[in-house]
């Protein structure tokens, strides 16, 4: 339906848990950018959460010319972490701190979602920003339903 949407942040952040739910419910996968500590070439890599998401782990991309998506920041030693979406995984976001504060909660940032092998929901933790892309009529009436304004 429409191309790309905004979405304020502030409410994203406020309405955390039922967002979160959708989102896992509704996409095939969703990756994080993760800062790995010493060792850096032990596999699986060791970050904040990485425990609790290793189960869930599709791929880490090491190199950030290979991430999914292109207009994430990048500091020394960050990965993209890719996981898949299942109840189990909804369950582990979901009893994390506030996925979407993630500087506030030292845990893996940038959560992005991904529906039929595409980005669809992303989100740019420094800059307080979320979009969504291809939204269809039900993610439009979820977000307003949950008084998430949206713009374009």
């Excluded at 993760?34 to 970050?47: C, G």
């Excluded at 999914?68 to 009893?95: A, D, P, T």
Aim: glycine share 2%; with cysteine.
């Amino acid at each position: 339906m429409s191309d790309r949407i905004y979405l304020n942040y502030d409410d994203v952040v406020k309405e955390e848990s039922v967002v979160v739910d959708y989102l896992a419910k509704n996409s095939d996968r969703f990756s994080v950018t993760a800062v790995i500590k010493r060792p850096y070439s032990q596999l699986p890599p060791d970050f904040n959460y990485g425990v609790q998401l290793q189960p869930f782990v599709e791929n880490y991309i090491f190199e950030r010319k290979d991430w999914l998506v292109n207009f994430l920041g990048y500091m020394r030693h960050q990965i993209m972490v890719v996981c898949r979406c299942c109840k189990e995984s909804r369950k582990q976001l979901l009893l994390m701190p506030n996925v979407f504060l993630p500087i506030d909660n030292d845990i893996p940032e940038d959560i992005c979602f991904y529906r039929n092998g595409k980005l669809w929901f992303a989100t740019i933790s420094h800059e307080k920003i979320a979009f969504a892309v291809d939204v269809t009529k039900a993610d439009l009436t979820f977000f307003k339903e949950n008084g998430i304004k949206s713009y374009i």
